[in-house]
T-cell receptor, first 111, second 111 residues
Framework: SQKIEQNSEALNIQEGKTATLTCNYTNYSPAYLQWYRQDPGRGPVFLLLIRENEKEKRKERLKVTFDTTLKQSLFHITASQPADSATYLC??????????FGQGTELSVKP | DGGITQSPKYLFRKEGQNVTLSCEQNLNHDAMYWYRQDPGQGLRLIYYSQIVNDFQKGDIAEGYSVSREKKESFPLTVTSAQKNPTAFYLCALLAVQETQYFGPGTRLLVL
């Protein structure tokens, strides 16, 4: 079955630095991959989607890459701010037509 | 939030009791989903419905039931057969580009 793995350990960085989060998947080659942000006690919010034929996608300070050979997506936040502190989830549609999520990586940006 | 509502925000269940979580939307979307989230874990699909009067089991449907009598409403009942119901429950719609638009969630606790 398809699996998604994200860094299970929380990521702590200093304000202004670039945060890089990793999402690895196995046993499948999805047509696209999605990233969400989740704040404590709230539902996830969609951030970015990247397709298999796109190497990179940008939205303001966010950048996502998609390496179908490595079966990996990287999510970058440049010039990070304390307000970026949250849990970030990656997700993909599996062959069974269901959206599966990684366990999420908690990001903490210190001032 | 905004177009999809879940109530209550917190729900307490006694042993042997069935409880129902509400999910309502006014965005005229056909497909609706229920997910369960446990600490440190990704979202797991409980049930989904692609059209009124039709729904499908997800990966962890045991101990849960749903109905879809109206397009706007997709309530989830946690039955007494669900032995470990404590979790954060999220309702979602299928949005553009096959992303998920989530409600604010309901936290279920067992007394």
């Amino acid at each position: 079955s398809q699996k998604i793995e994200q860094n299970s350990e929380a990521l702590n960085i200093q304000e202004g630095k670039t945060a890089t989060l990793t999402c690895n998947y196995t046993n499948y080659s999805p047509a696209y991959l999605q990233w969400y942000r989740q704040d404590p006690g709230r539902g996830p919010v969609f951030l970015l989607l990247i397709r298999e034929n796109e190497k990179e996608k940008r939205k303001e300070r966010l950048k996502v890459t998609f390496d179908t050979t490595l079966k990996q997506s990287l999510f970058h936040i440049t010039a990070s701010q304390p307000a970026d502190s949250a849990t970030y989830l990656c997700a993909l549609w599996n062959q069974g037509g269901k959206l599966i999520f990684g366990q999420g990586t908690e990001l903490s940006v210190k001032p | 939030d905004g177009g999809i509502t879940q109530s209550p925000k917190y729900l307490f269940r006694k042993e042997g009791q069935n409880v129902t979580l509400s999910c309502e939307q006014n965005l005229n979307h056909d497909a609706m989903y229920w997910y369960r989230q446990d600490p440190g874990q990704g979202l797991r699909l409980i049930y989904y419905s692609q059209i009124v009067n039709d729904f499908q089991k997800g990966d962890i449907a045991e101990g849960y039931s749903v109905s879809r009598e109206k397009k706007e409403s997709f309530p989830l009942t946690v039955t007494s057969a669900q032995k470990n119901p404590t979790a954060f429950y999220l309702c979602a719609l299928l949005a553009v580009q096959e992303t998920q638009y989530f409600g604010p969630g309901t936290r279920l606790l067992v007394l």
